[in-house]
């Protein structure tokens, strides 16, 4: 769906044949030029992270490090020793860069999963069925969009804690999965665009409302429901204040909290650059293999989630 | 529009399927769709009445009252909204969002603008806006610490750089008077490819057969740029605006990381004084007055947001 929508819009004459003019050259030296600094500072996070921390005085410009090391993937990976971890420049405390990885992934899969589940089936009831009050109730729903984050960030917290539900991933997650008004919006969107006649087929053979929308609707909906997917688990694996706040906990700390914790575990003055470095690599690498196996359903999901 | 089809198909699925309901025709098989209806909403009304629905009318509580987290709320009125007009930090947090949004949105966009400009009549690649893509998928905790260390006054790669032209170090995150372009740069940092790639989708949208004549009568890049690409696509330009004004506002990570609102509060803006008030200082109830108002100025910017989406559509699609 996505894309045979993008190729309409980007029309089928492609590129006429441009020689290589001055102004041409110019543009695609600035293109150039914002790709270099969009990607230099990854490069030099890398190369930091593969720098032996005592080297760090010596040896914090030149374009390789001088003795490359793993050492500080091990030690924020909580594969080495305290003493070998203090030798290498951490401040001593117990870090598992490992888990907070895995409470990252387990995090932003609950989210994007049942949220992308939830919303589908809200936005199916919105763009199909038949109910009194349907449209009032959906722009009730819609316009939770109109209340920022942080304003429900306050009681949610205060009700997770009166639940007891604090440093779990129910309550790390429970704000988030059952809905939120975008998806529902533009799942509602997408489920309008279906030709009706798909799914009366269906429902002359004898398949109610549920049975349709599993049968026909859902696997026709592989596309939207991706994007909506993707976008969810990106938002989720970026967020800060709502893990920060509900669980920092060793058990259910995630890859931002554990970084922020790590930053201000510092034994020194200066922070402990090597292996704050070393976890924020490991940050990235999931959005990369992201990248690589999804990069163009993500970056053309962009044509629609922020327009359309 | 289609009500006399959406009607059609539950109707026939009602009459074919159950034969249990005793009473006649009509109201069974609007009773039949009501029910489905509760099973594919439940979970969605049941997350919108506990964590939008009741938080919010908490929070309106919330701001009238003393609560502190370790004590219970006790009703005190307008109390906070007073203390809040004569609140210098409250006011110097506001200026000083201002003041980010200002930077940060102005950079972005323009930045922005050229960038899916470039895109647009360059190239197609989806390799290259994957690459440009990233510093937004990197969460900004990552985005914050990574800039702190290219910008670290002793060892620091930029100021390494900087002093070969004999600037002296320059403590970007730390000078009162650079921590908050120094943000605001990080962040447009962080947030331009992808501006741009929504921009660069609205450009997709302009018919390329108008560039194609401007280019026959002889009209170069500059003036293709001004008199078409422009004006045809300020709906969409109007929407990403409006769109990254209201994420500007709520700027708070790369805050939390970097200077923590300092140094002497050059960086306190409203979300991170409302963090410390309702976390640092247990002052729930003064927090959430001070969220109310910010919920007040961002349900202003989310209106004009969801008239633009209506507008952008018919314009558009």
């Known amino acids: 769906m996505t894309s045979t929508r993008t190729r309409t819009g980007t029309g089928t004459g492609t590129r006429t044949r441009t020689r290589p003019t001055p102004g041409r050259i110019l543009a695609w030296a600035l293109m150039t030029v914002a790709l270099v600094a969009t990607l230099f500072p990854f490069y030099w996070m890398v190369r930091t992270a593969l720098t032996p921390a005592a080297d760090l005085y010596s040896d914090s410009t030149g374009p390789l490090p001088q003795h490359p090391t793993m050492i500080n993937f091990w030690r924020v990976l909580g594969l080495t020793s305290q003493e070998e971890a203090r030798a290498a420049g951490g401040s001593g405390a117990q870090v598992d860069f490992l888990r907070y990885l895995l409470n990252s992934v387990v995090y932003s899969g609950l989210i994007a999963f049942l949220q992308t589940l939830f919303c589908a089936m809200a936005g199916y009831a919105f763009a199909r069925l038949r109910f009194p009050g349907r449209d009032a109730v959906f722009g009730v729903l819609i316009a939770a969009l109109m209340v920022p984050p942080i304003f429900t960030v306050l009681p949610n917290f205060v009700l997770v804690k009166n639940l007891g539900w604090l440093n779990t991933f129910a309550g790390m997650v429970a704000p988030s999965v059952l809905m939120t008004p975008f998806a529902v919006f533009f799942l509602r969107q997408f489920f309008l665009s279906i030709p009706r006649e798909v799914e009366e087929a269906a429902v002359l053979d004898g398949v109610g409302a549920w049975g349709v929308f599993w049968r026909v609707v859902m696997p026709m909906s592989r596309g939207p429901l991706l994007t909506i997917g993707l976008t969810t688990a990106v938002w989720a694996w970026k967020d800060y204040l709502w893990p920060l706040l509900t669980g920092r906990e060793e058990e259910t700390r995630v890859l931002t909290v554990a970084l922020g914790i790590f930053q201000q575990q510092s034994p020194n003055t200066q922070p402990d650059w090597t292996g704050l470095m070393a976890g924020s690599t490991l940050s990235v690498l999931p959005v990369l293999v992201i990248l690589i196996l999804l990069g163009r359903r993500l970056v053309e999901s962009l044509n629609f989630t922020g327009i359309k | ?317």
């Open chain 2, 1 to 317: 529009m289609g009500a006399s089809t959406a009607i059609a198909s539950p109707r026939q699925r009602g009459g074919s399927r159950t034969g249990k309901g005793a009473s006649p025709g009509r109201p069974r098989r609007a009773r039949d769709d009501r029910r489905a209806a509760w099973l594919f909403l439940a979970p969605a009304l049941a997350g919108f009445a506990l964590f939008y629905a009741y938080p919010t009318a908490r929070g309106v509580y919330y701001s009238l009252t003393d609560y502190s987290l370790l004590n219970d709320p006790h009703f005190t009125g307008t109390e906070n909204y007073r203390q809040l007009i004569g609140d210098d930090q409250f006011w110097n947090a506001l200026k000083v969002t201002g003041y980010y949004v200002v930077l940060n949105i102005g950079s972005q966009m323009i930045l922005a603008l050229g960038l899916a400009t470039l895109m647009h009549r360059l190239t197609r690649s989806v390799a290259l806006r994957a690459m440009l893509l990233v510093p937004w998928l990197v969460p900004n905790v990552t985005v914050g610490l990574l800039w702190m260390w290219m910008l670290d006054a002793n060892l620091g790669l930029v100021n390494h750089l900087l002093g070969a032209f004999g600037v002296g170090p320059t403590g970007f995150l730390t000078s009162p008077t650079w921590a908050m372009p120094t943000v605001a740069g990080i962040n447009a940092w962080a947030y331009t490819g992808y501006t741009a790639l929504l921009l660069y989708a609205g450009m997709l949208q302009i018919p390329r057969h108008l560039y194609e004549s401007a280019s026959l009568d002889g009209a170069g890049e500059w003036r293709m740029f001004t008199r078409i690409t422009l004006p045809l696509l300020r709906p969409v330009l109007a929407l990403v605006l409006v769109v990254s004004l209201i994420g500007s506002f709520q700027i708070f990570d790369t805050i939390a990381v970097t200077t923590k609102g300092g140094p002497v509060g050059a960086t306190r803006v409203i979300y991170f004084y409302i963090y410390e008030q309702a976390f640092t200082y247990f002052h729930m109830g003064y927090a959430s007055a001070v969220a109310v108002i910010l919920a007040l100025l961002l349900g202003v910017l989310t209106a004009v947001q969801m008239r633009l989406l209506r507008a952008s559509r018919s314009d558009l699609a």
